[in-house]
């Protein structure tokens, strides 16, 4: 039986938060990709790397959205304008050239993200929404917080290196996530779904902490 599943949205934030307070910082003397980044002290070939391993993520995503357009649940979480893949093709190519198809490749922990994704996103409406989610509302809100750090520190002032970050054709972010919170609370997913929902999420900041934590043992640690 389904059961009411208003203020699911709430209750993801709530189950995740710890993850969501985690991710990306190590400890003080010795900051991952994402803490160097805000402090300003990121080498611009490790800003590269991070943004390469986030594309063959980002990857699956962009082709789950379009397995599942139309679909009656997960179809509610497909919007134009979300796909990432032109602003990685931007950003690449200034990062690391013209030819940077040919020159990136998954760490092993990327590797094991993806198999996830492959897994869940194609055959699990849940499982889809669980990593969008995950990624997504990630790079509207936290994210910003790292694309004003890039434009600081390697002065992209908003164009290509930090277009990942830009959602434009959304419009007002802060609007767009509220809708998609209501979505989220509108779901027809009954109390076992709602927690196996909450498990995949939780699981996906723990596959994102794993490719970051690779990222860190080669990182320069210095602009």
């Known amino acids: 039986m389904t059961v009411d599943t208003q203020g699911f949205a709430a209750r993801l934030r709530q189950a995740t938060w710890a993850k969501h307070q ?6 003080p003397a010795e900051p991952g990709v994402l803490g160097a ?44 304008g979300l796909s990432r893949l032109p602003a990685f093709e931007a950003d690449l190519a200034l990062l690391i050239g013209p030819g940077w198809r040919g020159e990136i490749t998954p760490l092993l922990a990327t590797e094991s993200y993806v198999d996830r994704l492959r897994a869940v996103c194609f055959d699990w ?50 609007e767009w996530k509220a809708e998609y919170r209501r979505r989220l609370d509108a779901a027809p997913w009954d109390e076992a779904e709602a927690a196996r ?12 902490g794993d490719v970051l934590a690779a990222l860190a043992t080669t990182m320069r640690r210095s602009v």
Request: glycine share 14%.
């Open 22 to 27: 985690g991710v990306g910082t190590d400890e």
């Open 37 to 80: 980044l805000l402090a300003g002290d990121l080498d611009l070939s490790d800003y590269a790397a991070w943004h390469a391993q986030q594309y063959f993520v980002y990857e699956v995503l962009d082709a789950a959205a379009a397995h599942w357009e139309g679909h009656p649940v997960a179809g509610r979480f497909v919007f134009p």
């Open 125 to 174: 409406p849940g499982g889809f929404v669980a990593h969008q989610y995950t990624r997504y509302l990630g790079d509207m809100s936290g994210g910003q917080a790292f694309r004003a750090a890039a434009n600081d520190a390697f002065g992209f002032a908003d164009g290509p290196g930090v277009e990942f970050y830009r959602f434009d054709a959304l419009g007002d972010l802060a």
């Open 197 to 208: 929902v909450i498990a995949e999420v939780l699981g996906a900041y723990d596959f994102n």
